[in-house]
């Protein structure tokens, strides 16, 4: 499975957008890039996914990079509910099961 | 509203003791899995099932046992085998059957301990 590189945590002030950054150098063409966030003690929330265009959904914004070796997660205007730990995974087409989960980037919002 | 419903939020084993965590669903979803999450770390697929009384072992599933004789429901059973049973267990669903275009939708957790 291809792996993804997040930082490890990031700050953001509340009302400002905020662009989390993923790597994933060895994606297959047919891998999708998913986003999902999780609160504390909470289950995981799916965010977003996509393959090759950029996404927009009532959550967030999703920029694939026209290599797709890199994405950019965009939450256009934090607020504290968005303070999470924010997953970003590759998913292959043809693949029904698991989802791998890394690190993640735990994503702090000031007031 | 519908989504996934799991319970008990927290649960307590003794040595020596299987208990059973629910797992309920209303989204009319055919594949539903079970992960375990350890603290600060990422999530470890232990069984799913694809379609109802068929389920296939994840990467951890010893110590476990799952049924699906029921769409909405993936029950699933911690033996006295699973010698490490603490941990944040996590249910989900999706739709099946699109492979990696479709989200899996996850439930709050059942955290177990051991007394």
């Known amino acids: 499975d291809a792996k993804t590189t997040q930082p490890n945590s990031m700050e953001s002030n509340e009302e400002e957008p905020v662009h989390l950054p993923c790597n994933h150098s060895?994606?297959?063409?047919?891998?999708?890039i998913h986003w999902y966030r999780q609160l504390p003690s909470q289950g995981p929330e799916y965010v977003i996914h996509?393959?090759?265009s950029n996404v927009n959904n009532r959550m967030a914004s999703l920029a694939i990079a026209e290599d797709r070796k890199s994405s950019t997660l965009i939450l256009h205007r934090a607020t504290l509910r968005d303070a999470a730990v924010y997953y970003c995974i590759l998913r292959p087409m043809n693949r029904d099961d698991k989802i791998i989960f890394g690190k993640g980037t735990r994503l702090h919002i000031l007031p | 509203d519908g989504g996934i419903t799991q319970s008990p939020k927290y649960l307590f084993r003794k040595e020596g003791q299987n208990v059973t965590l629910s797992c309920e669903q209303n989204l009319n979803h055919d594949a539903m899995y079970w992960y375990r999450q350890d603290p600060g770390q990422g999530l470890r697929l232990i069984y799913y099932s694809q379609i109802v009384n068929d389920f296939q072992k994840g990467d951890i599933a010893e110590g476990y046992s799952v049924s699906r004789e029921k769409k909405e429901s993936f029950p699933l059973t911690v033996t006295s085998a699973q010698k490490n049973p603490t941990a944040f267990y996590l249910c989900?669903?999706?739709?099946?059957?699109?492979?990696?275009?479709?989200?899996?939708?996850f439930g709050d957790g059942t955290r177990l301990s051991i007394l």
């Open positions: 989900a669903s999706s739709i099946g059957g699109r492979g990696g275009n479709q989200p899996q939708h």
């Open positions: 996509g393959l090759t």
């Open positions: 060895t994606i297959s063409g047919t891998d999708y």
